[in-house]
């Protein structure tokens, strides 16, 4: 299970939801505000029996302690090391690694209206991949994250166009 917590001084921590989340076998998250202090959490679940292993999107609202899940589905199963970040024009990309067609990192818009993810892009990678980093400067998605696919682990650095769903694109 995944536990929520809370901290006035960045040293000493404090329960805000001791049972945050705990359907499946949930693990590494990443929390998000948007500027209208709404959080967002993205959830990697793995595989455990026949619990649901897909990623979950969870908003919260207000004080945190109560929140929205939502079930990104199977092709999301063990999305690892997730990441998101809003851009300029309000849409939310994520990243992470997948497994669906071979171990790779990917990157996906996050529809948070729709509470869906698609993926976009799947990142030169393989082996043991993941924990993309991600920053936007001057119009460019900056994403850095480690493969193991040219026979070693190596950081890589991809700067990525991307075109907002309100102007036609999926790029």
């Not at 679940?45 to 999107?57: F, M, N, V, Y």
């Not at 589905?73 to 690694?97: H, K, M, V, Y």
């Not at 497994?99 to 990192?105: P, R, V």
């Amino acid at each position: 299970r995944l536990e929520l917590l809370t901290s006035d001084d960045g040293i000493t921590y404090r329960p805000l939801m001791p049972q945050f989340f705990s359907e499946g076998r949930a693990g590494e998250t990443t929390l998000r505000f948007d500027r209208w202090n709404t959080c967002y959490a993205l959830v990697r679940r793995d595989k455990r029996g026949d619990e649901p292993c897909s990623a979950i999107l969870g908003i919260s609202r207000g004080d945190y302690t109560e929140w929205q899940w939502y079930d990104l589905g199977t092709e999301f199963n063990a999305f690892g090391g997730p990441n998101l970040i809003q851009l300029p024009s309000g849409d939310w990309l994520a990243a992470g690694r997948m497994h669906q067609d071979g171990t790779h990192t990917a990157l996906c818009r996050l529809d948070m209206i729709e509470h869906k993810m698609t993926k976009l892009l799947r990142l030169p990678s393989g082996g043991d991949t993941s924990y993309p980093g991600l920053v936007w400067h001057n119009g460019l998605l900056y994403m850095s994250y480690y493969a193991g696919h040219e026979g070693k682990a190596s950081i890589y650095l991809a700067r990525v166009k991307v075109a907002s769903p309100a102007q036609g694109g999926q790029k």
